[in-house]
């Protein structure tokens, strides 16, 4: 099936450190999510983008709709220990269907 | 709001045997999902269902059943289990219109172990 490609798999940061994460695609994406999942719960909604080349940001969370459609990013700014958890990217190819389509996820390990 | 709702938590189950993995939302969402979550594969589609009495298939429906019979509800049935089966299931629903059909809202998970 459809894949989306999520980068890096893994980090282990500083707290007070920039973080970004990347997902890409070799196919156009009409909307691009990002989910956040603590151990033992399901994935929260964190930032939802609709348009290409959007910008928006949620606190000290900054995504953005790659122009070409087939990429997204995120960056978490001054990175504290709550911020510790799985990062998904999500993503549907044909609106109002429900399909949505995941990345394998980067996990996120935050040092005091 | 309860949001969405998903019993039980955790479900231990022998091959062959059936069960039943319930969702529910009170939030008057038409779209419902139900996916499985593995590790290192993030989360998978099983079936979908875009109103009550509409379901369709997602990337990963073998071995499940689901049915829509009202818009709160949205039950997923393995018939006859494998260890195969052995996952994270969320189920997730979403609004109807505009944008917000984009953004789904998930359930905490049921943890289902096939022996």
């Known amino acids: 099936g459809q894949q989306l490609n999520q980068s890096p798999q893994s980090m282990f940061i500083q707290e007070g450190e920039d973080v970004s994460m990347n997902c890409t695609s070799s196919?156009?994406?009409?909307?691009w999510l990002w989910y956040k999942q603590d151990p033992g719960e399901g994935p929260v909604l964190l930032i939802a983008?609709?348009?290409?080349?959007e910008l928006t940001s949620n606190g000290r969370l900054t995504a953005q709709f790659g122009i070409t459609r087939k990429d997204s990013f995120l960056n978490i700014s001054a990175s504290i220990p709550s911020d510790v958890g799985i990062y998904f990217c999500?993503?549907?190819?044909?609106?109002?269907?429900?399909?949505?389509?995941f990345g394998q996820g980067t996990t996120l390990q935050v040092k005091p | 709001n309860a949001g969405v709702t998903q019993t039980p938590k955790f479900q231990v189950l022998k091959t062959g045997q059936s069960m039943t993995l319930q969702c529910a939302q009170d939030?008057?969402?038409?779209?419902m999902s139900w996916y499985r979550q593995d590790p290192g594969m993030g989360l998978r589609l099983i079936h979908y269902?875009?109103?009550?009495?509409?379901?369709d298939q997602g990337e990963v429906p073998n071995g499940y059943n689901v049915s829509r019979s009202t818009t709160e509800d949205f039950p997923l049935r393995l018939l006859s289990a494998a260890p195969s089966q052995t996952s994270v299931y969320f189920c997730?629903?979403?609004?109807?219109?505009?944008?917000?059909?984009?953004?789904?809202?998930f359930g905490p998970g049921t943890r289902l172990t096939v022996l």
């Open positions: 983008l609709y348009k290409a080349g």
């Open positions: 997730a629903s979403s609004y109807s219109s505009g944008r917000l059909t984009d953004t789904q809202y």
């Open positions: 269902s875009v109103g009550a009495g509409i379901t």
């Open positions: 939030m008057n969402h038409e779209y």
């Open positions: 196919s156009i994406f009409n909307t």
């Open positions: 999500a993503g549907l190819q044909v609106r109002n269907t429900g399909k949505l389509i």
